[in-house]
């Protein structure tokens, strides 16, 4: 018997808890660390929760059990307490007897929504893009490793995969590997735990094409860096490819070994900068075509204008103002998006006040935030004063007289003014464009 108490109800209960981690966390982290966990007993207010190996304990003990706790106490009041430790399940026991990595698992891996066609190129990800392309396409290894990083929900992963689809298609030969580097020393560990590194190091060794995405996550993971310095030096020195994605360059990423940070700069690093207004109104216009609804132009440049932190966010709002017209039956409006996105659009907003876009674009043009009240008309104050008129406009929701009292009570029509003069430049001064972008980026971060 698995359970020292036979209980149904909390079987159930944790099984749906299963699905809400699954839902929360995905399916790569969901199947490495929560999949594997199980009910030992319940007594007293204590659960307690079993792990295979100490490592995956105190990994679960540090990232998820307190979600975990939540959870249960959601479900059943009773629990008080959470306990993780390690337990010994009979089919635990037995080493994996399929190959850690099967091609079927591989295919699985990918979205087969992720293809090169699918992805709209603009000025922010033309270079990751071009690159990606190449590294596809060529028929010999011209850099390595290519270096793809950018900030969460701009394309990473989905260029990565459009790689894996395109060489599946050119090279159907190559062996190619794509993993998230959570699951990478996830199979480092389970491989040390087997006593089977040599399996391991064989098969990541034998391939064409290695691809670890996420490779931040192994930040201060040094035994895990150490292999993957191994496997990394492995493949360049037999000139395979290696493909790697992080939220940072290599030479910010903290936690990182300098030798192993020095390699991943080696080949070439093409960064993913924020979404531009026109990029994120192509991606909106292509996911709306593929959707086959149609949706006007004016709530496309809504959503465009109004939800900037992220494409992935971007995409969540467009399926569901299209969703809810399915289901209701009406056509989308300006309206009816406002409506259905309300707790978003608020979220977006709640992140920024007026006072914090004065306080960050004074400190950016090294003005007085007080210059933001004053009546000083000279140029030097004067445009500094309207990028943030603009910006106030842009990220909050607070009206033209409400943003105009803010800056030292001034009248509405000079908010509006401000905001269309910032439009202007825009179109004019790659430089404008740059600061807009910039301040936004370090307003909603
Ligand atoms: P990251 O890995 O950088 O966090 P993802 O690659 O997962 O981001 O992208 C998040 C979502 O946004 C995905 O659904 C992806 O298809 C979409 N996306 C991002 N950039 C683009 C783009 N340029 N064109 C089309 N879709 C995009
Ligand atoms: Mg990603």
């Known amino acids: 018997m698995r359970y020292a108490i036979a209980n149904t109800d909390l079987e159930e209960q944790w099984k749906r808890i299963q699905e809400r981690l699954l839902d929360e966390?995905?399916?790569a982290t969901?199947?490495?660390?929560?999949?594997?966990?199980?009910?030992?007993?319940?007594?007293?207010?204590?659960?307690?929760?079993?792990?295979p190996n100490p490592f995956m304990r105190d990994w679960v003990k540090n990232n998820y059990a307190e979600r975990i706790k939540t959870l249960?106490?959601?479900?059943?009041?009773?629990?008080?307490?959470?306990n993780v430790i390690v337990g010994e399940k009979a089919d635990d026991k037995q080493p994996p007897e399929q190959p850690i990595l099967d091609v079927p698992e591989f295919v699985s891996n990918l979205d087969t929504r992720f293809t090169f066609e699918n992805f709209i190129v603009g000025k922010p990800n033309e270079l990751a893009h071009a690159a990606a392309r190449k590294v596809a396409e060529s028929e010999t290894v011209t850099f390595n490793p290519l270096f793809l990083y950018g900030g969460v929900g701009l394309g990473k992963t989905h260029l990565m995969h459009a790689i894996a689809w395109q060489i599946k298609k050119c090279h159907p030969k190559r062996k190619v590997i794509y993993l998230s580097a959570e699951k990478f020393m996830y199979q480092f560990v389970r491989a040390l735990r087997f006593k089977d590194t040599v399996s391991f190091k064989e098969q990541f060794r034998s391939v064409d094409v290695l691809m670890i995405d996420d490779v931040q996550f192994i930040s201060g993971k040094e035994s895990t860096q150490e292999e993957f310095f191994h496997t990394f030096n492995a493949l360049v020195d037999q000139n395979r490819q290696i493909i790697i994605s992080a939220d940072k360059s290599p030479s910010d990423l903290e936690g990182m070994e300098e030798r192993l940070k020095s390699r991943l700069g080696w080949g070439l690093v093409a960064d993913i900068h924020p979404t531009t207004y026109e990029l994120r109104l192509g991606i909106l216009q292509s996911k709306a075509e593929q959707m086959n609804a149609s949706v006007p132009q004016k709530v496309l440049e809504f959503l465009a204008h109004k939800i900037s932190s992220n494409v992935r966010e971007l995409e969540g709002a467009l399926t569901r103002v299209v969703a809810h017209s399915t289901l209701v039956g009406r056509d989308i409006t300006l309206?009816?998006?406002?409506?259905?996105?309300r707790d978003l659009l608020r979220a977006n907003d709640r992140r920024v006040t007026i006072d914090e876009i004065q306080k960050k674009v004074a400190e950016y043009f090294s003005i007085r935030f007080s210059d933001m009240h004053s009546p000083r008309r000279s140029r030097s104050v004067a445009r500094p004063r309207q990028v943030a008129m603009y910006l106030c406009k842009q990220l909050t929701s607070r009206s033209l007289p409400e943003i105009g009292r803010k800056f030292g009570g001034r009248d509405h029509t000079t908010v509006l003014h401000a905001v269309k003069k910032v439009e202007e430049l825009m179109g004019e001064e790659k430089n404008m464009c740059e600061d807009i972008e910039l301040l936004r980026r370090m307003l909603e971060s």
Not at 72 to 82: A, F, R
């Open 25 to 27: 966390y995905g399916e």
């Open 30 to 51: 969901y199947t490495s660390w929560l999949k594997p966990l199980y009910i030992v007993d319940h007594s007293e207010g204590c659960m307690r929760l079993a792990a």
């Open 72 to 82: 249960l106490q959601s479900e059943n009041d009773n629990i008080l307490q959470l």
């Open 335 to 341: 309206d009816t998006t406002q409506d259905v996105l």
